[in-house]
């Protein structure tokens, strides 16, 4: 499919991390090429909001962002990228409108001074770029969620229609194509297929294990020792990342700043008797790695006063969705790879989309399983899985002196080397059977475990991340 065909709706359908804001950063050039300077960036979450304008705004400086200088020049035209709150008619410059689904739906449906409605621009020619597009898809159920769904489908539908020259462009990587619906309406206008499975197959994502343990301390404990283990294993080969834990509750904020305090309270109570205990006990790959490696009373020493400073309240982070200083703290989270103190996260049900980080290494759900949320809690767990799968990039050369991609595993014929514990994630919960089964279902089912996979309490399975030839290509045609 062509951007300049009759067709004026797309969707490139993307796993989580292969490149979906190149992809879109790539589209804004090439549109712009044909014509377009307007467009209208919209997703369902603040979050994503904030972390989009890091990616496309050069002027805040982010080293994430896509365009490193001020201006682009695209058919021997330097234009600039400008966040705007309503469209000029004059500007030759590249204008953004960066909202949410929920304040477009009411900025278009009344008039306010320099804000966007639907009479401003009726008359000009619009992009829209939708951002985890599969939550504007109607359905037929009568839930508040999906009444609203279908007025913020409506209401990217009007905007669509208001202009024949108008385009929307779906960027997600969970757009539900086994519906016979949804299938129907997008199989004229995907343009860009990657799927999980694929993204798994081609091997740039950690391999995620499973973890069970109904001793809530143990699975704190434990995945803070597999924690610091990675970060002295790339220490000892010249490897600079800083592992990051993610500790997840469904609960209160109340409950949450309570689960903070009582990890806070373990790591500074960890002895070498508590971790004598562990390291004998445990049947986990992990920790045996670890048994080996501390094989004398000062190295276990050593060992757990680093844990304690490493693993301090200075050195965690806690966000809500009512945080007074949300805004700040996503920012932080969404720069999490350069940032060498954090090494511990807290949230409830913030980071599941939009986050995208490679040093992390561990989510621990802390709360145990409610029965009559084990279907919310696993598209949760299988989305924030999604958020950190992607490889950790580091430099290895094999026997032959030959460096191997960075952004690939390395070692899947050889899953003993230490080097390992770099291209791993675990996932750490309480032993439910019915909630085990329904992420191993899901995980199947979205293509990161194989079907043939057998039933074991530590279930590998794989994620992918890389950036597609596809966007290259796109991205290479222009000058910036």
């Known amino acids: 499919k062509k951007f300049n065909s009759k067709n004026n709706h797309y969707l490139f359908h993307m796993a989580t991390g292969s490149g979906k804001t190149m992809l879109m950063a790539a589209t804004i050039i090439y549109l712009n090429s044909l014509g377009y300077k307007k467009f209208i960036f919209t997703t369902n979450q603040t979050n994503l909001i904030s972390k989009t304008k890091l990616n496309l705004l050069s002027n805040l400086k982010s080293s994430k962002c896509e365009f490193k200088n001020t201006f682009i020049e695209i058919n021997s035209k330097k234009v600039q990228i400008k ?6 008619k004059y500007s030759n410059d590249i204008e953004i409108i960066f909202t949410t689904i929920h304040n477009l739906h009411n900025k278009l449906n009344e008039i306010k001074e320099n804000s966007i ?28 969620m999906n009444k609203e769904n279908k007025s913020w489908e409506e209401t990217i539908d009007k905007l669509l229609n208001i202009n024949p020259k108008n385009k929307l462009v779906d960027f997600t990587a969970t757009m539900d194509l086994s519906n016979k619906t949804i299938l129907e309406k997008y199989k004229s206008k995907l343009i ?9 197959d ?3 994502s950690k391999e995620i294990s499973l973890i069970q343990d109904n001793n809530k301390e143990n699975r704190i404990i434990t995945s803070i020792l597999i924690n610091q283990f990675r970060y002295e294993i790339g220490l000892n080969h010249n490897i600079s990342v800083i ?17 903070k305090s009582e990890v806070i309270k373990l790591v500074s109570s960890l002895s070498i008797d508590k971790l004598n205990e562990l390291l004998n006990n445990s049947t986990l790959s992990y920790i045996k790695k670890i048994f080996k490696y501390l094989n004398t009373n000062e190295k276990k020493e050593n060992f757990i006063s680093l844990i304690k400073k490493q693993f301090s309240d200075n050195n965690s982070l806690i966000i809500h969705s009512k945080d007074k200083n949300k805004e700040q703290k996503l920012q932080i989270v969404n720069n999490l790879d350069n940032n060498e103190n954090i090494r511990m996260i807290f949230a409830i049900d913030m980071l599941n989309e939009g986050w995208d980080v490679l040093s992390l290494f561990d989510i621990v759900k802390i709360d145990e399983i409610q029965k009559n949320t084990i279907k919310k809690s696993t598209i949760s767990e299988i989305q924030l899985i999604g958020r950190g799968a992607r490889i950790y990039p580091y430099t290895y050369k094999n026997e032959l002196n030959e460096e191997l991609d960075k952004f690939k595993r390395k070692f899947d014929k050889n899953i003993n080397n230490d080097l390992r514990l770099l291209e791993d994630m675990n996932f750490y919960s309480a032993n ?3 909630y085990i089964n329904n992420i191993k279902k899901e995980l199947i089912d979205i293509g990161l475990k194989d079907k043939n996979e057998k039933n074991k309490k530590i279930i590998k399975v794989q994620d992918q991340n890389q950036l597609s030839n596809f966007a290259t290509k796109l991205l290479n045609k222009f000058v910036y």
């Open 83 to 88: 966040e705007v709150q309503n469209f000029s």
């Open 432 to 434: 439910d059977n019915d």
């Open 117 to 144: 409605n639907m009479k401003d621009i009726e008359n000009q020619n619009i992009v829209i770029l939708a951002d985890e597009a599969h939550h504007f898809q109607s359905n037929s159920k009568s839930t508040k």
């Open 243 to 259: 592992p990051k834990i993610l500790f997840k509750s469904s609960g209160t904020i109340e409950n949450l700043e309570k689960d």
């Open 192 to 200: 860009y297929d990657y799927t999980l499975k694929k993204f798994r």
């Open 202 to 204: 081609d091997g740039y």
